[in-house]
C-alpha cells in the first residue's frame, strides 16, 4: 500500500454532501473561492455542519485543500449535479476516482480481486487511512466511499459487497453504460448540431430554458474538459 491517505470523516450521507456540492457549484460558477455561509444557505443546512464535512470533500479532492475553490474534478461533478445530468455526474465521479489516491485505491482494490464483502471492504479504508472503527465517524465515511464509488458505475453493489463492473467501465475515463434518456429528458433538451470540420458532426444537448450566465459556464467546462487554456483577449 501507498503512504497512508489522511482524512476527516463526514458527519453526512453521500446524498446530503451531493446536495452540498450542488450548492457549491451553484453559488461559485465552480472556478471562485466562496463564502461558506452563503453556501451553506444555498444547500439548506447550518454553516457549522457544511465547515464539519468540508474537510472530507477536500480530502476525496473536490475541494481544492486551500481555500474554498472547487478543484477540477468537484468543477465537473459540480456541473452534472446542477444539471440534474446523469451522464455528466457520472463522468464527473470517475475522473474523481481516478484522480483521488484513497478512491483510486479502493477502486483499484476492488477490480483486482474482483468481489469484496462489506466487512473487507472496510478492512481496506482502515489500512489505507489508518483510522479504525471507533475514529468519529467511521461508519458515515465508509458507507459515504461505498456510495460514491458505486454512483461512479465503477464498481457495483451486491448482496454480498462490492464487485468490479467490468473493464469497460473505467478505460479512458467514461462511464460503463449511462442510464438511457426519458421521453422526459428529450423533452427538455434540445439536440443541437456542431460542424466541427467537413467530415465530422459534433451534438450537444441543450436545456430548452437556462439563465445567460450559464452560457459563459458551458464555454469554461468544455475548455477542463478537454485541457484547453483559456484564450486571453486583445
Known amino acids: 500500500m501507498a503512504d497512508v491517505i489522511r482524512v476527516i470523516w463526514p458527519t453526512a450521507s453521500w446524498f446530503a454532501l451531493k446536495r452540498i456540492i450542488r450548492a457549491w457549484y451553484a453559488v461559485s460558477g465552480g472556478t471562485k473561492d466562496v463564502k461558506q455561509k452563503e453556501i451553506a444557505s444555498v444547500a439548506g443546512v447550518q454553516a457549522t455542519r457544511l465547515s464539519m464535512n468540508k474537510p472530507f470533500l477536500q480530502a476525496i479532492g473536490i475541494i481544492e485543500t486551500d481555500g474554498s475553490k472547487l478543484t477540477e474534478e468537484g468543477q465537473r461533478l459540480g456541473l452534472g449535479l446542477t444539471q440534474d445530468n446523469t451522464v455528466l455526474t457520472i463522468e464527473g465521479l470517475v475522473y474523481l476516482v481516478r484522480k483521488n489516491p484513497l478512491l483510486k485505491q ?115 467546462m468544455q475548455r477542463l474538459i478537454f485541457g484547453l487554456k483559456k484564450v486571453g483577449k486583445d
Open 106 to 220: 479502493l477502486f483499484d482494490t476492488i477490480t483486482g480481486r474482483g468481489v469484496v464483502d462489506k466487512e473487507t471492504f472496510a478492512a481496506l479504508v482502515i489500512q489505507i487511512t489508518k483510522l479504525g472503527k471507533d475514529s468519529d465517524n467511521f461508519s458515515t465515511g465508509v458507507n459515504v466511499l461505498a456510495d460514491l464509488l458505486s454512483e461512479s458505475t465503477l464498481i457495483q453493489t451486491t448482496d454480498k459487497g462490492f464487485r468490479a463492473a467490468g473493464r469497460e467501465a473505467h478505460q479512458e475515463g467514461q462511464p460503463s453504460s449511462p442510464q438511457k434518456q426519458t421521453q422526459a429528458d428529450y423533452a427538455r433538451f434540445h439536440k443541437i448540431p456542431i460542424a466541427v470540420s467537413a467530415a465530422n458532426v459534433w451534438y450537444i444537448e441543450v436545456p430548452k430554458e437556462f439563465e445567460a450566465e450559464e452560457i459563459e459556464r458551458f464555454i469554461e
